[in-house]
């Protein structure tokens, strides 16, 4: 029995696609996105103008499943898993607070919070279709057969053949200071390269920080003040009266507490 898990992915050869966006309204209708927000997307380079002929590439995508994903490693509750049987990346809204700390931890902005469910949302390959035995909804609808699912895993499957009849022309498109380790892989030249951000993960410790710090400025402060005060109580002690002392530190003390 072989022990590999399996591992699906999308292979893309990006150079077939023609941005006719069937992809991103057939995934539209599966997943029932509410208006103005996508699962998937078409990316397309910038052409240069100055050439005779110019060129404009389109580059298909949507969640890519990592292999490190940093959405798994900034979500507090366990909503957002990898799942182990087939290195899927889902969200369990039934834990899913709508924190949003995933959103900024995506290298590639392939989350949002749904606007009608107010929870996480991304791509999940279709995995409602997957279980009635069908192909991911893009991948279905892509007449030009741009995108190819499969588990890579799998030497057999055609997303693996591609891959190994490809093997010297793999791109993923990587932040170089947040590699994920994508299971979106494009085959042969794809633009845009340069568009995914650095993984913005939750900062506990800054958080904390920014609570502890104040404080602890406020404890010196008050420190401060009340050496101060002290100073002061001493140099009237040795000029004034008792009375006096004690009325002025006090009346300054308090404001000064108070302010703080
Ligand atoms: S593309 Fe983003 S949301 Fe998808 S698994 Fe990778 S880090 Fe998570
Ligand atoms: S919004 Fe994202 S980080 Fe927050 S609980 Fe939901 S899946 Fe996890
Ligand atoms: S359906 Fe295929 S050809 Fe059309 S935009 Fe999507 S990936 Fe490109």
Known sequence: MSTKQAQLAMVIDSSMCIDCKGCMASCKIANDSPEG???????????DFTARFPKIHFQPGGCMHCDNPT??????????????????????SSLC??????????????????ILT???????????RREQGLMPACVDT?????????????????????LA??????????????????????????A??????????????????SVV??????VVGLSGIGVAVMLVRQLIAGSGSEDDVHDESGTDSQNKGGDA
């Open 37 to 47: 927000q996508w699962r998937n997307w078409v990316k397309h380079s910038v052409p």
């Open 71 to 92: 959405c798994v490693q900034a979500c507090p509750t366990g909503a957002t898993y990898k799942d182990k049987k087939d290195g899927t990346v889902h969200i369990d």
């Open 97 to 114: 607070i709508g924190c949003g700390n995933c959103i900024p931890a995506c290298p590639y902005d392939a989350r949002f919070r749904n």
């Open 118 to 128: 107010k929870k996480a949302d991304k791509c999940n390959f279709c995995a409602e």
């Open 142 to 162: 892509c007449p030009t057969k741009a995108r190819v699912f499969g588990d890579i895993n799998d030497p057999e499957s055609e997303a693996s053949r591609l």
């Open 165 to 190: 009849k490809n093997a010297d022309r793999l791109v993923r498109v990587v932040n170089a200071k947040t590699d994920t380790k994508p299971n979106m892989i494009y085959l042969g030249e794809t």
């Open 192 to 209: 845009p390269l340069n568009w995914p951000v650095e993984a913005k993960m939750p900062t506990a410790m800054v958080a904390l920080t």
């Open 213 to 218: 710090n104040p404080l602890v400025r406020t």
